[in-house]
């Protein structure tokens, strides 16, 4: 992965693709393997691998300031292609080149341990989402997190006990607590109440204004409309249309009826 | 902060949540965990001993420095293999390797083991006859082990991702590596018609220079045994190292 040094640039993929090996798909097991070598070793040696293409030479950029919205049906590569940006996963061609720092959440109902407590998960969270702070900072940032989730009592309660609203709230509370380069939100806001839900929207907001970009990944539309002002949409494992939101929700909306 | 300072520093929080999490459940909580090798230790001392009288100078030493490593070893499989698929909506969830995940649990164990290593090791030094030369050598020993370990559990764990039964066949070779190997009883028990199976035998080729360290065993051929164990840990290596860059992209999706 490579890193540009435009200063207006965020991200910028180009030609991207990424293949997964179907076999993973399915359960095999090692008995499995030595079953099917033993029955019929020439087939087995010699059958190719078969692959899946999750995604297919996808070229966008994403500029400071832009509040990407990724729409997708169920399938479409939409997680796939966030995990690429967040460099999860390495694409097997093209390239990902991101300026600066990507920080990325795919659901706000983990707790790392369930068996602590909200507080002590969110000291959790906070290390693994914020590495790069000293020892203090973290600590500034847990406070400010835990105040802002207005959690209060339950703070002290295990994590196991939190209902998913709950859940989002601590998560919500602490991905949205320190601007970044890039904010790759995928599909967390479902589960929180509509009052958290706007009190976080303003935050992010807040944060892009004072930092860089933002990535939605929603089957809300009305969440796309409302926090975006460009739209990314994804069908097939390719990229049919990029632009105005307006215009994307409803092309979008014409792709569901198909 | 460099990513392998941030990478630790994810290590070192998990292994403490997950701590924290697990003795915070029982009363005794960590005592239990050390003292399940320190009791397994003290009845096989006893049989070996007692019942079936094996006659070898300083037994004790002789059965700490094979068992601890075993147990450590047959621990670290049991308990971290399922670790990587365990931790599986967290993986897809943060931005976290596997193998922050995999090498925290490695750690966890290894505080259990040094745990029980210490409480064991002193006390039966103090009463031993002689104290072997050999522990200038033994942070080496150690730490082929700790490599040892962490290769094959995460060889393991990387394999159990894509095959779900490979914990059925590592219960299954521990079980038959722990007669096979010399860990109650001397190699020189072994006739010498049978002696491959301990030349080819990684695990011992590891617990040997651990236990040579402890039981008055000469220098040179501590560091002959060790030059064994660090092959075996360097090939081991190689094929971690050839696994995870193939795999790597697939456990997200696989798990």
Known sequence: MKFSSKSEQIVSVQNLNLVYHVDHYTNKSIKDLFVSLASSPIKSLTASARYYHVLQDINFDIYKGDRVGLLGINGAGKTSLCRCIAQMVVPNSGQVVVNGKTRAIFDTSIGIVPELTGRENAEVICSLLYPELSHKERQEVIEESLEFSELGEFLDVPYLKYSKGMQARLSLSIVSARGCDLLILDEVYDGADIFFREKVSARVLNMIKNSGAVIFVSHSLEQIEEACNKVVILDRSKVIYNGDVAQGITIYKNLLRK | ?255
């Open chain 2, 1 to 255: 902060m460099t990513k392998l300072q941030m990478t630790l520093q994810q290590v070192k929080v998990l292994t403490y949540a997950s701590m924290r999490a697990r003795y915070r459940k029982t009363i005794i909580g960590f005592i239990w965990v050390v003292l399940n090798p320190i009791l397994m230790y003290s009845v096989q001392a006893i049989v070996f001993t007692k019942f079936l009288q094996l006659n070898l100078p300083d037994y004790y030493l002789f059965l700490l420095g094979g068992l601890l490593p075993w147990i450590f070893i047959n621990s670290s499989w049991d308990f971290c293999t399922s670790s990587i698929v365990s931790a599986g909506s967290i993986l897809k969830s943060f931005q976290i390797s596997p193998l922050t995940i995999l090498f925290s649990s490695i750690l966890e164990n290894f505080i259990n083991f040094f745990a029980a290593f210490i409480i064991l090791v002193i006390p039966t030094l103090l009463f031993s006859d002689s104290l072997s030369s050999g522990m200038i050598l033994f942070p080496i020993s150690l730490a082929l082990l700790i490599l040892f370990t962490s290769f094959t559990t995460s060889i393991f764990s990387l394999m159990y991702v894509f095959y779900r039964d490979i914990k059925y066949i590592t219960h299954f070779l521990m079980s038959i590596l722990f007669f096979l190997t010399p860990i109650f009883y001397p190699p020189s028990f072994i006739p010498s018609q049978y002696k491959w199976i301990i030349d080819v035998n990684p695990l011992y080729m590891i617990i040997a220079p651990f236990r040579a360290c402890l039981y008055n065993t000469p220098l040179p051929e501590i560091l002959m045994m060790q030059l064994k164990g660090f092959g075996v840990v360097l090939v081991l290596g190689i094929i971690f190292t050839t696994y995870w860059k193939k795999c790597k992209n697939e456990i997200l999706f696989k798990i």
